[in-house]
């Protein structure tokens, strides 16, 4: 079975087939356009996706060395996400599902970032064979939950203010770094002292890895921008930029340290052998780090998807929909689904 998976949810155009569980192609197109802005500008973004996305589709299905009428299912990202952004993939997805009478899978965004350990593009691909945690953690959204192989999920925890990708962009822009500053904020802490100074970590607990742990799973980052302002305006800025590595090293740990130390606390709580991060900031090389440790001590697998799928990629979109697929929470007739901006922790299970 080949699957096409389009994603247009913020600043990446991405298309990808599935072949038989396998992928086959994955082109991701990453917008410039917002460098100046220091953000995501999102009518800029749908422009963007409009200017793209026929050429990213076909190089896809050229890629894969299959025709579009070999394609057996059409999926894309109906939300959350820009709703701008979100319409330009859905709309397009469901014509070109409709001008091949093909079946179309509308995917959740996040769900996508939640099972995307189960991406699979070599033989021998290995993936949770059982319940897990799962940490999605990206520029929008910082969620704790506890997925099912049934493709149920329950969502544990999640930020109250700013995600953990948000807050290394923010404090980053603060020390003069360009956008995305989070890979810069990473690239600087692997010659920094992460104990130069203690930033503020939220809502945690020193209990927090004991099995009998039954407090607060929600994030909070919004303290850790006032605090890096503060320390900013008490400081010289030449002071500052001297030890521009000792802070971005403390940023990283104070972020990274609250996500893994809830993390860990959940999988013990909830009786899980395994856990997996997703989304764009699981790339970040001290988060991957840090877990691997904490997964170590603790007995735990971890699942962490390559870097190309950590980012918003439209392999997970596929691979979402065949899961979609062979555990019947597909639904037919799925046309005209409309597209939504955010998610709601409500949701149970991928459907």
Request: glycine letters at 8%; proline letters at 4%; aromatic letters at 6%.
């Amino acid at each position: 079975m080949n699957i096409l998976g389009i994603e247009t949810s913020c600043d990446e155009t991405s298309a990808a087939v599935l072949s038989d569980g396998t992928v086959r192609s994955n082109v991701v197109s990453s917008q410039r356009c917002h460098t100046d802005f220091g953000g995501v500008v999102p009518e800029l973004a749908s422009r963007e996706h409009e200017r793209l996305i026929v050429s990213i589709v076909e190089a896809a299905i050229t890629e894969a060395n299959i025709a579009k009428n070999d394609l057996d299912v059409i999926a894309a990202t109906a939300g959350p996400g820009l709703i701008g952004a979100v319409m330009v993939g859905l709309c397009f997805a469901e014509g070109l599902a409709w001008a091949l009478g093909k079946p179309f899978v509308p995917v959740n965004h996040v769900e996508a970032h939640i099972f995307s350990p189960f991406i699979s593009d070599e033989p021998g691909h290995k993936s949770p064979d059982g319940d897990f945690v799962s940490l999605t953690v990206s520029g929008g959204h910082t969620l704790l939950s506890v997925v099912r192989q049934t493709l149920e999920y329950e969502v544990i925890g999640r930020t109250i203010d700013d995600a953990a990708g948000e807050a290394f962009d923010k404090t980053g822009k603060m020390l003069g770094l360009g956008y995305p500053a989070g890979p810069e904020i990473d690239r600087l802490a692997s010659n920094g002292d992460p104990k130069f100074h203690r930033f503020p970590r939220a809502l945690t607990s020193s209990s927090q890895t004991s099995k009998s742990y039954r407090g607060n799973f929600d994030f909070s980052f919004s303290g850790l921008k006032t605090s890096v302002r503060t320390w900013l305006s008490r400081h010289e800025p030449d002071y500052a930029k001297q030890h521009l590595a000792d802070l971005a090293a403390s940023i990283q740990a104070a972020i990274v340290s609250v996500l893994v130390e809830k993390t860990i606390a959940a999988a013990l709580l909830h009786k899980v052998s395994a856990v997996s991060i997703a989304g764009g900031v699981s790339a970040n090389s001290g988060l991957r780090t840090a877990m691997q440790t904490a997964c170590d001590k603790h007995d735990l697998d971890l699942f962490i998807p390559k870097a190309t799928y950590s980012t918003d990629n439209a392999a997970m979109i596929a691979t979402m929909a065949q899961l979609m697929m062979e555990r019947d929470r597909y639904r037919e007739n799925t046309y005209g689904i409309a597209p939504f901006a955010r998610f709601s922790a409500a949701g149970k299970g991928a459907r």
